[in-house]
Structures are given as C-alpha cells and as structure tokens.
C-alpha cells in the first residue's frame, strides 16, 4: 500500500508557473511506475504525463509536450510535475497516481495505476 498526497496547486496567471508535487508514504516509488492525471469539467480525465519504473522513460500529452516536465525523487518519495507557460485550458484537477510495478514503459493507461492522490486544483486565469 501507498499513500499519495498532492501539493502545489493554486491561481496562476497564463504564462506562468507552477510545480506540483505528490508525496508517497508507505512504500518506496523508486521503482514504480507514476503518472500525472487531469479532470477538467465537461471533459473526459486526461493522462497528462507518466514515467517509466526506471524513470529513463516517459510519456506526454500533446497538449502539454515542451512545456511540462515530470520527474521523481526517490530521496524524498515524492514525485513532481513542473508546469511552464501554463495556458487556461491546462485548469483542472490534478491528480498523482502511482503503480507499485516497475513498468518498462511509461503508461498512459489510468487502470495500470491502483493508487491515487486526492487531487490538487489547478487554475490558469489572469
């Protein structure tokens, strides 16, 4: 079992920043693989980003490709989603989800990941 809590949401303007990151408590993440998802309304969840168990592989959603970067910290457990040039339609609910399995490849597919945060609210409006 793992335990997952996300920090780092908030109000930004568009063109800013934000780095959400996820805390694991109970088991180490270091070789698991974990991805970033994403609720807006009226939409359906989107995958956002995921890294491989190795961390030498990972995933993007077009919508976000050179403007997110995910990345883990094993030292600290925790897992990161940097956000550049943060658009309006980026806002939503961010969630971490974590699979305990040490995936080769950097999964996209939501049911590969059993456990998951309770979300941080992102929201990109000047």
């Known amino acids: 079992q793992v335990q997952l809590v996300e920090f780092g949401g908030g109000l930004v303007p568009p063109g800013g920043s934000l780095r959400l990151s996820c805390a694991a408590s109970?088991?180490?993440?270091?070789?698991?693989?974990m991805a970033w998802f994403r609720q807006t309304p009226g939409k359906e969840r989107e995958t956002v980003a995921s890294?491989?168990?190795?961390?030498?592989?990972?995933y993007y959603a077009d919508s976000v490709k050179g403007r997110f970067t995910i990345s883990r910290d094993t030292t600290n457990n925790t897992l990161y989603l940097q956000m550049n040039t943060l658009k309006p339609e980026d806002t939503g609910v961010y969630y971490c989800a974590a699979s305990l399995l040490d995936y080769i490849a950097a999964q996209r597919n939501a049911a590969l990941y059993p456990y998951w945060g309770q979300g941080t609210r992102v929201t990109v409006s000047s």
């Open positions: 890294i491989s168990g190795s961390g030498n592989k990972t």
């Open positions: 109970g088991r180490g993440i270091g070789n698991s693989g």
